[in-house]
């Protein structure tokens, strides 16, 4: 009898040991999070190029800006965006990533590539690159222009509407337009859905010689791209055969 108060003891500190143990390993800190230089692909060029993919998808605006922030601290003289999708964004999202990349470093080549299509505010991103290229079957679309709202009767403040007759949403996509005139005739334009034929025609996307050299220059490869699943016929823009497509315009200062 003496001894089995001592066992039982001797059980009950081998199961408060495995309870401590378990607890210790739920409040265990959890393994660092990766750094957003994980996004980045380095080039082994004397000036290194970077390549980084923009998940538009994100909600968090904050881990977006920061991937760019990062990318342009990187050091990289030529700087790829991919812009993954669904290709929407909060007009006022769209306007803070439009400044940080209006913004970047003097000096930086940016090249954007977009793997989705675009919608409005998403659009900017495409076209603040100093080159860009598109998906060959995607497209972007501009909605229609917001109705004129209401401005404000006071003799010297012009740009102040009345808030009752506009939404913030219209407000911030007026902005986008009033930005897209760089790049696009916007009142021709809007309530349209643009295909590759018609972005080549607005001199917005580089020729395919220019598409080949900087999928070399970026992924590190010689072979030319896949051929797409519907074969560009002789007549396409998009055919050997037919007239270098149009080089990106310079944009307007």
């Known amino acids: 009898m003496s001894y089995r108060p001592r066992y039982c003891f001797l059980n009950m500190n081998t199961r408060f040991n495995r309870i401590?143990?378990?607890?210790?390993?739920?409040?265990?800190?959890p393994a660092p999070a990766q750094t957003l230089q994980a996004e980045f692909d380095f080039g082994q060029s004397p000036h290194p190029s970077a390549t980084v993919r923009l998940n538009l998808a994100?909600?968090?605006?904050?881990?977006?800006?920061?991937?760019?922030?990062?990318?342009?601290?990187?050091?990289?003289?030529?700087?790829?965006?991919?812009l993954l999708g669904p290709g929407f964004l909060l007009h006022d999202h769209a306007l803070m990533l439009f400044d940080e990349l209006l913004n970047r470093p003097e000096g930086m080549k940016l090249h954007v590539h977009s793997r989705t299509s675009l919608s409005d505010g998403a659009i900017l991103l495409w076209l603040v690159g100093d080159t860009r290229s598109i998906r060959w079957d995607a497209w972007i679309q501009l909605s229609s222009t917001p109705p004129l709202p209401d401005l404000v009767d006071d003799g010297g403040c012009?740009?102040?509407?009345?808030?009752?007759?506009?939404?913030?949403?219209?407000?911030?996509?007026?902005?986008?337009?009033n930005y897209m005139e760089e790049w696009l005739p916007v009142s021709e334009v809007a309530g349209l859905r643009l295909f590759n034929q018609d972005l080549e025609e607005l001199g917005l996307l580089e020729d395919d010689a220019s598409c080949r050299q900087l999928d070399a220059l970026f992924e590190g490869s010689t072979e030319p791209p896949k051929t797409p699943l519907t074969a560009p016929t002789p007549d396409s823009p998009c055919s050997p055969q037919a007239p270098a497509c149009k080089t990106s315009r310079d944009r307007a200062r």
Do not use: C, W, Y
């Open 20 to 29: 401590i143990q378990s607890i210790a390993g739920k409040l265990r800190p």
């Open 58 to 82: 994100t909600k968090n605006i904050s881990h977006l800006l920061d991937t760019i922030t990062a990318a342009f601290a990187s050091g990289a003289r030529e700087l790829r965006l991919e």
């Open 158 to 177: 012009s740009d102040a509407v009345q808030v009752a007759g506009e939404e913030p949403s219209h407000t911030d996509l007026r902005t986008i337009m």
